[in-house]
Antibody, heavy 121, light 108 residues
Framework: EVQLLESGGGLVQPGGSLRLSCAASGFAFSSYAMSWVRQAPGKGLEWVSPLSGSSSTTYYADSVKGRFTISRDNSKNTLYLQMNSLRAEDTAVYYC??????????????WGQGTLVTVSS | EIVLTQSPGTLSLSPGERATLSCRASQSVSSSYLAWYQQKPGQAPRLLIYGASSRATGIPDRFSGSGSGTDFTLTISRLEPEDFAVYYCQQYGSSPKTFGQGTKLEIK
């Protein structure tokens, strides 16, 4: 059974940093791209950043470029999101999502339960 | 970037009725790489449809997807109480993978 468990969310002041983690199990983690998708309160879904299985290919939404860094440790089956220079508009539930295939044209077949990040003074 | 526009924003129907949700893309979605997700309050999104028309594992056959190019549709043939939720379309044929803004399906 595929399981994705996010952690690391919480309350942080503007300009602060947080590191999110997503512990994966039930599949060959290193073979699949993983992504972070966020959802601001009452809003829709935003694809924040993906990372290929080998960590060779990534992308960042313009809204987080230069401030967020995605990484993974395939030996620990864990995906990370380092978030720096946080802004109020980064307040959201952050979901970890598994890509459906080993190719680049993947959809998200499994999602974690999400972790809430609140940026406020 | 492909922009996806979903309509209507809110759809009010009764259990047993048929629901038709639309997703229109600003440019052609390659190879019909279009997915639909269902999200209930306080829950993560759940994959319903991929490849525009293929049901994900465990999804009841009252859910069906259709379309190609720039116009896609999610149809729920007979609404069950548990189907009232927000539905998102997503294209995954080109980067960035984009989502529609969602359609809220509410009980009339």
């Amino acid at each position: 059974e595929v399981q994705l468990l996010e952690s690391g969310g919480g309350l942080v002041q503007p300009g602060g940093s947080l590191r999110l983690s997503c512990a994966a199990s039930g599949f060959a983690f290193s073979s699949y791209a993983m992504s972070w998708v966020r959802q601001a309160p009452g809003k829709g879904l935003e694809w924040v950043s993906p990372l290929s299985g080998s960590s060779s290919t990534t992308y960042y939404a313009d809204s987080v470029k230069g401030r967020f860094t995605i990484s993974r440790d395939n030996s620990k089956n864990t995906l990370y999101l380092q978030m720096n220079s946080l802004r109020a508009e980064d307040t959201a539930v952050y979901y970890c999502a598994k890509g459906s295939s080993m190719r680049s044209d993947y959809y998200f077949d499994y999602w974690g339960q999400g972790t809430l990040v609140t940026v406020s003074s | 970037e492909i922009v996806l526009t979903q309509s209507p924003g809110t759809l009010s129907l009764s259990p047993g009725e048929r629901a038709t949700l639309s997703c229109r893309a600003s440019q052609s979605v390659s190879s019909s790489y279009l997915a639909w997700y269902q999200q209930k309050p306080g829950q993560a999104p759940r994959l319903l449809i991929y490849g525009a028309s293929s049901r994900a594992t465990g999804i009841p056959d009252r859910f069906s997807g259709s379309g190609s190019g720039t116009d896609f549709t999610l149809t729920i043939s007979r609404l069950e109480p548990e189907d009232f939720a927000v539905y998102y379309c997503q294209q995954y044929g080109s980067s960035p993978k984009t989502f529609g803004q969602g359609t809220k399906l509410e009980i009339k």
